[in-house]
T-cell receptor, first 111, second 117 residues
């Protein structure tokens, strides 16, 4: 059973601060790693993907992958109220086309 | 790019009726699409994997005769909820994986909110 674990939430951060989200996964065969953002009542939206160890930056978002330790993280710099959402970590590449999702981490940015 | 649409966005039906939900990839082809269900304040639950030209693969506990999936083309998959009952009321979300990519990236549709009276 492939498991993706995310910190229990919610995470409250003041506007302008850095929000840090962590995710660990159990399947060492995972090859691709994703972060989705889901606003309340909406469907998930892909915001970042990463395949190689290290950091990947896209605007205010940075994804970090450490395959040896089996964790992937997401940093949101200069957090804005519009970043308030649930962030889903997902892994893929296990050979069945499916993604394994974590339960999500709610982020609340306080103005 | 990578836009997925769903229709309808919401539907209200009477108990016992059937409801069809369409999922379309608008600017890419998708050999594989996925159907999820999400109850309020709960996690995404994968219902089935839909493969173009072949039978869908259902997750354990999902009734294939109740949730009929047809993936007739590389851009369209449909989910039919047959003989819907109030406990089927949920948020149904499809996703599509672009054909030919070497990753498992999935792009989600906007979802369909089903209410069964």
């Amino acid at each position: 059973q492939k498991e993706v674990e995310q910190n229990s939430g919610p995470l409250s951060v003041p506007e302008g601060a850095i929000a840090s989200l962590n995710c660990t996964y159990s399947d060492r065969g995972s090859q691709s790693f994703f972060w989705y953002r889901q606003y309340s009542g909406k469907s998930p939206e892909l915001i970042m993907f990463i395949y190689s160890n290290g950091d990947k930056e896209d605007g205010r978002f940075t994804a970090q992958l450490n395959k040896a330790s089996q964790y992937v993280s997401l940093l949101i710099r200069d957090s804005q109220p519009s970043d308030s959402a649930t962030y889903l970590c997902a892994t893929g590449g296990g050979g069945n086309n499916r993604l394994a999702f974590g339960k999500g981490n709610q982020v609340v940015v306080i103005p | 790019g990578a836009v997925v649409s769903q229709h309808p966005s919401w539907v209200i039906c009477k108990s016992g009726t059937s409801v069809k939900i369409e999922c379309r990839s608008l600017d890419f082809q998708a050999t594989t699409m996925f159907w999820y269900r999400q109850f309020p304040k709960q996690s995404l639950m994968l219902m089935a994997t839909s493969n173009e030209g072949s039978k869908a693969t259902y997750e354990q506990g999902v009734e294939k005769d109740k949730f009929l999936i047809n993936h007739a083309s590389l851009t369209l998959s449909t989910l039919t909820v047959t003989s819907a009952h109030p406990e089927d009321s949920s948020f149904y979300i499809c996703s599509a994986r672009p054909t030919g990519t070497h990753t498992d990236t999935q792009y989600f549709g906007p979802g369909t909110r089903l209410t069964v009276l």
